[in-house]
Each structure stands twice: as structure tokens, then as C-alpha cells.
């Protein structure tokens, strides 16, 4: 069985800090990673995804992978209150053939004025 | 079409009858995904397309549910004899190819209560 563990929180920050937000993987096969923001109510929707190890930056964004230690992470730096949401961390294994997504159940992050 | 449209957007039936979801995939993308999220809950796989054909049902909960894409394009997905355990929202999400550096666009799922 796939996990994909984050931790719940809610993490809280103060308007303009940087919030880091963590997801653990267990299958060492998985080569796709994926961070989707989900508002209360709404789908799903794609921040960023990362294949190679290291960081890659998107505006705000800074997606990081270890894949030895199986472990990816987001970073939003400069942080607003419109960034207040869940954020799911997804894992692709394409190793049965199936490029299925698993999800971890998300991380609600609020951003403080 | 511009994203991947879901109907209807919220759904509520008695306990034992069937509903049926309706998913129209984003125009191009061969790949459909049907999720179901229950409150408080992670995004729970359900089952893959790739084109007409289904090479992954596993994560179907029981033979009360079942899902059929016609023409390459629009998918629904069936639940007969629904229970009250089958209240979620239910998502479809579509991919250019399925491939693992295709991500996924979803829809605004289907709200379904089973009363």
C-alpha cells in the first residue's frame, strides 16, 4: 500500500513569511510529485510539480524533492491570506502501469494578517 | 472545452437507488481519473481511462459501482444501490496522456449526499 503522509496542521503563519509546508513518501519506485492547493469547497487545483531532485522555483513557489530520503516539500515564500488553503501533496509510481495519483490527505495552511 | 466539466454539481437521493455522474473530460486529453473525497478525507483513487479502456479498477469500493468513457471523451460513473457510506464528493480530473509528466486538471466534483 502507497502512503503519502503529510502532516495535518493548521499551520499558521504571519502575512509575508515564508511557509513550509512537508509531505513523506513510501514507495521508492514513485517519480512523479505533484503539489495541488485545494480552497474549503473547491477542487483541487495544480501548483507545481517536480521530477529531479532538488528545488524548483515558480514565482512564490519553491517545490524541493530528496528522493534518498523520500521526501518533498513546498515552500511559499512572501506568504498572503489568499494563500490560505490545503495543500495535497500527490505521488506518481508508474510501475504497475497505472499512472495513478496518490494523495496525501493535506495540509491546511492559514496565512495571518 | 476550456476545463473539465462535472454534472451535477450536487446530487442528493434516498438510500438504495442508483445515480449516475457525468464527467466531459478537457478537449484533447486521453486520460480520466475519477476521485471521490469524504469529508475530512483524503482524495480516494477510484478508477483510470486511458482512451475507452479502463486498465485500472482497483480502486472501485464494491461491484455497486461501475464506470464506462464513450468516444474517448465523456465518462460516468455508476453507483446502484447507493448507501449512506457513499456520500462524498465525487471528482474527475483528465491528463493529456496519462503519462507521469502529464498532470491533472479536475473538475468541480459532484456533491452527492445519500439520505
Known amino acids: 500500500q502507497k502512503e503519502v503522509e503529510q502532516n495535518s496542521g493548521p499551520l499558521s503563519v504571519p502575512e509575508g513569511a515564508i511557509a513550509s509546508l512537508n509531505c513523506t513518501y513510501s514507495?521508492?519506485?514513485?517519480?512523479?510529485f505533484f503539489w495541488y492547493r485545494q480552497y474549503s469547497g473547491k477542487s483541487p487545483e495544480l501548483i507545481m510539480f517536480?521530477?529531479?531532485?532538488g528545488d524548483k522555483e515558480d514565482g512564490r513557489f519553491t517545490a524541493q524533492l530528496n528522493k534518498a530520503s523520500q521526501y518533498v516539500s513546498l515552500l511559499i515564500r512572501d506568504s498572503q491570506p489568499s494563500d490560505s488553503a490545503t495543500y495535497l501533496c500527490?505521488?506518481?509510481?508508474?510501475?504497475?502501469?497505472?499512472?495513478?495519483?496518490?494523495f496525501g490527505k493535506g495540509t491546511k495552511l492559514s496565512v495571518i494578517p | 472545452g476550456a476545463g473539465v466539466s462535472q454534472s451535477p454539481s450536487n446530487k442528493v437521493t434516498e438510500k438504495g437507488k442508483d445515480v449516475e455522474l457525468r464527467c466531459d473530460p478537457i478537449?484533447?486529453?486521453?486520460?480520466l481519473y475519477w476521485y471521490r473525497q469524504s469529508l475530512g478525507q483524503g482524495l480516494e483513487f477510484l478508477i483510470y481511462?486511458?482512451?475507452?479502456?479502463?486498465?485500472?479498477k482497483s480502486g472501485l469500493p464494491s461491484d455497486r459501482f461501475s464506470a464506462e468513457r464513450t468516444g474517448g471523451s465523456v465518462s460516468t460513473l455508476t453507483i446502484q444501490r447507493t448507501q449512506q457510506e457513499d456520500s462524498a464528493v465525487y471528482l474527475c480530473?483528465?491528463?493529456?496522456?496519462?503519462?507521469?509528466?502529464?498532470?491533472?486538471?479536475f473538475g468541480n466534483g459532484t456533491r452527492l449526499t445519500v439520505t
Open positions: 481511462f486511458q482512451g475507452n479502456s479502463a486498465p485500472d
Open positions: 514507495d521508492r519506485g514513485s517519480q512523479s
Open positions: 478537449s484533447g486529453h486521453t486520460a
Open positions: 500527490a505521488v506518481v509510481d508508474s510501475g504497475a502501469g497505472s499512472y495513478q495519483l496518490t
Open positions: 517536480i521530477y529531479s531532485n
Open positions: 480530473a483528465s491528463s493529456r496522456d496519462g503519462s507521469t509528466d502529464s498532470p491533472l486538471h
